[in-house]
């Protein structure tokens, strides 16, 4: 998975919840994000080997506990089978 900032830093981080809307995702340095940051993640879940589900999520931060960080999903696009 891939966080993008708006100033166009790319972060890789894991995903360790997955809610209906949003996710508790995980980074390896504490993170540098601040509760309200507006974020663009992208996600890919091996749900099919052969069918990758795949999209990507407008998103707001509201939480942060040194390197996990929870982000409450606003807007996007989820599809099976179409890699990003």
């Not at 340095?29 to 663009?40: I, L, R």
């Not at 999520?57 to 990003?84: D, K, M, N």
Request: charged share 15%.
């Amino acid at each position: 998975m891939a966080v993008h900032t708006s100033s166009g830093e790319t972060i890789r981080a894991t995903a360790v919840n997955i809610s209906s809307g949003g996710m508790l995702l995980h980074v390896g340095q504490p993170s540098q994000f601040c509760v309200d940051q507006e974020v663009t993640v992208e996600v890919e879940l091996p749900d099919d080997p052969g069918k990758p589900f795949s999209g990507w999520g407008v998103a707001g931060i509201v939480r942060i506990e040194g390197s996990r960080f929870g982000i409450h999903l606003q807007a996007g696009t989820f599809v099976p089978g179409t890699p990003i």
